[in-house]
């Protein structure tokens, strides 16, 4: 709309205005006309601006014409037969059209179902019965709502003062009785079944609530009974809201231009803004809260959040999804509330003003999803690497070590038997079977400690206290152990006792100590290894590969692994591993 | 002596069962697992169930479980437990919660076939039969003040034997000492390490090894 068009219609407004009051002074009081102009004054400007602020939004026309019918009712007060006939008939459509302008807001639509029937409905009301009226009334009776005043009407029929006033209630009833009541439930309904965002941008929406509401209240009650004291009270209160609900509606709308200039702003913000600070920058900015960004990870193929988790994105209705790409590469995904889809070039635009920060970001994304694989599979590591133990231990100790003992027992039958049963044994054969036995004995002996070191079955079975225990007794030197009760899990069991296992080979090997002690303990989810001498102290986790290995082990868990070693003053190690109770 | 064998492995299992019939022992039933060991006691009541510890079907500690529950029903098995490895604490768990007729040695033991023969009959009167190693270990243990360094190394010889559960006789055979002096060990002992004379042998077990264990 130019300017032209914009004074043009300042001005008829103006000159409706004027002939309104004009026309109203004979059968209302001074304020009451001068009220219902600037009602249509209100919605005329309100219009206007909305319609040169956001000209591709039907909201501008449609309050501009709430605004030009709602003066032109006022006409129906006039002297002249015509324009009371005329206004009579289409006046009240102003009314109608307050309840499009709300229901068509923010975007200038109807699009409920329910919400289009009821806007039919009404129009159909405000232009049958007053055209009905207009056809049984002959100017001698009194109108409702025009106090004492008659006109004539220029297409009476029939004149029939008890049909006008049926249908004159029966209109009151039906329009602000019942029409009215639905609209306040249905934009009760649209507040209920709002998003938040959308929540905050259709509060303007109150305003129409409340003002149908009183409306309905001060038609309804005081048509049928004497007016009270509160009328007039009723009467104002439900003008100011009348008054007020086009301000607020453009305010509304004006505040999404608001949150359009936030995506300038996000351009500045996104200079100093870190990649987990970048959501924020987009939430606020786009005026949506429940904002998510999901980064495209090349390598694998799926969306993941800033600490490289997957995400799955949604595909129902209640969230929408904007794409951001980069040179046909995806690059992102921003989930929104799907209010915003009515502005995509919107969202696009905040999510090219934040490229760079969200490429940064999907790097960032890319290498925490690949530092959780790695630690993923070292836990994996960790744990065949133990299976593979326990596996170790069970064949030999089922296969190797049961068959080296029954070969050793059957030699041993078989040289008593020949004792028992030859009187003169060969001495060269009994020796050979006696050597042989020892051997197998021997040979058995080192397969055992071999097994021991492997994976000691007694953890598996009985778990790490009696395991523990087991170890100390075989250890040369003293050693005090402190050891929870019950058990954990089998990885944690297992580093639990390798780590005591070979800081206590190390204390034996290096520290010369004269005793050591051993605490392993659990507290807030954390299970802790302490291993103490009196020894030399000096050790050097890094070159001794036993200790090193403890290390990764520990880390693989997620845990930490730390070794207090100063010269002359013993060795503590301190392994702490995150364990879910 | 009735006995019945429990072992998963034919090879040993049979060897077993030929050197103990060697020797005159009467063996009345043979098990490869938990379940056929429950059967063949239930059935035969042997006087002593020699056990593998780990057997089918779990291969844990399936041998000594059941061993337990069979002795919980029959109160007069002695039971004899045999395991590829020694787990000191695990042996004297089993032994604390165990009346009498209890031995736990290793596997190659069977191999000193009289020493073997000698330990079985212990367990099966009611004594107890503690393989040397758990000994070793208990024994080998160092104190912050070792009473145990007082003892002359012939009277920890004897301390050992013992704690394996060797009645004075065992203990004159296996040393070649005459059974005063051995006695005389034995009281020495018990005073210097401040023991209080047991009531019979197999209290005596106990009280050393809770002293070992201490």
């Given at each position: 709309m130019n300017r032209l068009g914009a004074l043009a219609l300042l001005v008829v407004g103006a000159a409706l205005g004027v002939a309104a009051y004009r026309a109203q002074i004979n059968a209302l009081s001074s304020p009451h006309a001068v009220a219902q102009v600037a009602i249509g004054w209100a919605y005329l400007l309100a219009g206007l601006v909305a319609w040169a602020r956001r000209p591709a939004n039907r909201m501008g026309p449609l309050l501009v014409l709430t605004g030009l019918?709602?003066?032109?009712?006022?006409?129906?007060?006039?002297?002249?037969?015509f324009l009371f006939t005329m206004f009579f008939i289409l006046g009240d459509i102003g009314y109608a059209l307050v309840a499009l302008s709300a229901l068509a807001y923010p975007f200038g639509r109807v699009t409920d179902r329910a919400e289009r029937v009821l806007v039919v409905a009404g129009v159909t009301t405000v232009l049958l019965i007053p055209s009905s009226i207009a056809f049984f009334y002959g100017g001698t009776a009194s109108l409702s709502g025009f106090g004492r005043l008659s006109?004539?009407?220029?297409?009476?029929?029939?004149?029939?003062?008890?049909?006008?006033?049926?249908?004159?209630?029966?209109?009151?009833?039906?329009?602000?009785?019942?029409?009215?009541?639905?609209?306040?439930?249905?934009?009760?309904?649209?507040?209920?079944?709002?998003?938040?965002?959308?929540?905050?941008?259709?509060?303007?929406?109150?305003?129409?609530?409340?003002?149908?509401?009183?409306?309905?209240?001060?038609?309804?009650?005081?048509?049928?009974?004497?007016?009270?004291?509160?009328?007039?009270?009723?009467?104002?209160?439900?003008?100011?809201?009348?008054?007020?609900?086009?301000l607020a509606l453009v305010g509304g709308l004006l505040r999404a231009h608001w949150v359009r200039a936030g995506v300038g702003d996000l351009v500045l913000e996104l200079e100093h803004a870190r990649p987990h600070e970048l959501r924020d920058a987009l939430a606020r900015s786009l005026g949506d809260p429940t904002l998510e960004?999901?980064?495209?990870?090349?390598?694998?193929?799926?969306?993941?959040?800033?600490?490289?988790?997957?995400?799955?994105?949604?595909?129902?209705g209640a969230r929408a999804v904007t794409y951001l790409d980069h040179d046909g590469e995806p690059l992102a995904a921003i989930v929104h509330d799907p209010s915003l889809l009515e502005e995509p070039k919107f969202v696009r635009a905040a999510g090219a003003a934040a490229r760079l920060a969200l490429e940064n970001a999907q790097l960032q994304a890319e290498m925490r999803a690949q530092l959780a694989q790695v630690k993923e599979s070292r836990v994996r590591i960790v744990a065949a690497a133990d299976e593979e133990r326990k596996r170790i231990e069970r064949d030999l100790h089922d296969g190797a070590q049961q068959r080296l003992a029954?070969?050793?027992?059957?030699?041993r039958a078989a040289q008593r038997r020949m004792d028992a049963h030859e009187a003169e044994a060969d001495p060269a054969v009994e020796a050979l079977l006696e050597?042989?036995?020892?051997?197998?004995?021997?040979?058995?002996?080192?397969?055992?400690?071999?097994?021991?070191?492997?994976?000691?079955?007694?953890?598996?079975?009985?778990?790490?206290?009696?395991?523990?225990?087991?170890?100390?007794?075989?250890?040369?030197?003293?050693?005090?152990?402190?050891?929870?009760?019950?058990?954990?899990?089998?990885?944690?069991?297992?580093?639990?006792?390798?780590?005591?296992?070979?800081?206590?080979?190390?204390?034996?090997?290096?520290?010369?100590?004269?005793?050591?002690?051993?605490?392993?303990?659990?507290?807030?989810?954390i299970l802790t290894v302490e291993i103490e001498d009196d020894g030399v102290g000096g050790a050097r986790p890094l070159e001794n590969s036993g200790l090193s290995g403890l290390f990764d082990r520990v880390e693989a868990l997620g845990g930490q692994f730390r070794v207090d070693s100063p010269a002359g003053e013993g060795t503590r190690i301190l392994a702490e591993i995150p364990c879910e109770s | 002596m009735r006995v019945v064998v429990a072992e998963d492995s034919t090879l040993f299992r049979e060897g077993l069962v030929r050197v103990l019939a060697e020797a005159?022992?009467?063996?009345?039933?043979?098990?490869?697992?938990?379940?056929?060991?429950?059967?063949?006691?239930?059935?035969?009541?042997?006087?002593?169930?020699?056990?593998?510890?780990?057997?089918?079907?779990?291969?844990?500690?399936?041998?000594?479980?059941?061993?337990k529950e069979l002795k919980a029903q029959q109160p007069e098995l002695a039971v004899l437990v045999l395991s590829q490895v020694v787990e000191t604490k695990h042996a004297l768990d089993l032994l604390s919660g165990w009346p009498e007729g209890f031995g736990y040695l290793l596997k190659d033991r069977v191999l000193a076939v009289d020493d073997f023969l000698d330990a079985l009959r212990r367990v099966a009167a009611g004594g107890t039969a503690i393989d040397?190693?758990?000994?070793?270990?208990?024994?080998?243990?160092?104190?912050?003040?070792?009473?145990?360094?007082?003892?002359?190394?012939?009277?920890?010889?004897?301390l050992g034997l013992m704690a394996e559960g060797l009645s004075n006789r065992g203990i004159c055979d296996r040393l070649f000492l005459s059974s005063k002096t051995v006695e005389t060990h034995i009281n020495s002992i018990f005073t210097k390490l401040r023991l209080a004379p047991a009531p019979d042998e197999h209290r005596r077990v106990l009280a050393v090894l809770a002293f070992l264990h201490s």
């Open positions: 019918a709602l003066l032109a009712r006022q006409l129906r007060y006039s002297d002249d037969p006109r004539d009407s220029l297409i009476n029929v029939s004149a029939n003062p008890r049909l006008v006033e049926l249908l004159q209630k029966s209109e009151i009833v039906l329009f602000f009785g019942v029409l009215a009541t639905v609209f306040v439930v249905l934009i009760g309904r649209r507040f209920w079944r709002a998003t938040p965002r959308m929540r905050r941008i259709l509060a303007p929406l109150v305003l129409a609530a409340v003002a149908f509401g009183l409306r309905a209240i001060f038609e309804c009650v005081f048509t049928f009974v004497d007016r009270p004291f509160a009328a007039d009270y009723v009467f104002w209160w439900q003008f100011v809201a009348l008054f007020a609900l086009p960004l999901a980064f495209w990870l090349p390598e694998r193929g799926t969306y993941a959040d800033s600490a490289g988790r997957k995400v799955e994105l949604p595909e129902n029954a070969l050793a027992l059957q030699l050597a042989t036995v020892a051997e197998l004995q021997a040979a058995n002996e080192e397969l055992r400690e071999l097994v021991r070191g492997v994976y000691p079955a007694v953890l598996t079975e009985e778990g790490l206290a009696t395991a523990l225990e087991s170890l100390v007794l075989r250890n040369p030197f003293p050693v005090d152990l402190d050891v929870l009760d019950g058990r954990l899990p089998a990885r944690l069991e297992a580093t639990a006792y390798f780590v005591t296992c070979e800081a206590l080979a190390n204390v034996m090997k290096h520290a010369r100590a004269s005793k050591a002690s051993v605490c392993i303990s659990r507290h807030n989810g | 005159g022992v009467d063996v009345v039933g043979e098990a490869r697992n938990a379940h056929e060991l429950r059967t063949v006691v239930e059935r035969e009541r042997p006087d002593v169930a020699i056990v593998d510890v780990r057997m089918p079907p779990t291969q844990t500690d399936e041998g000594t479980r059941t061993a040397p190693e758990v000994i070793g270990q208990l024994m080998g243990r160092r104190r912050e003040r070792d009473p145990l360094e007082e003892l002359s190394p012939r009277e920890r010889e004897v």
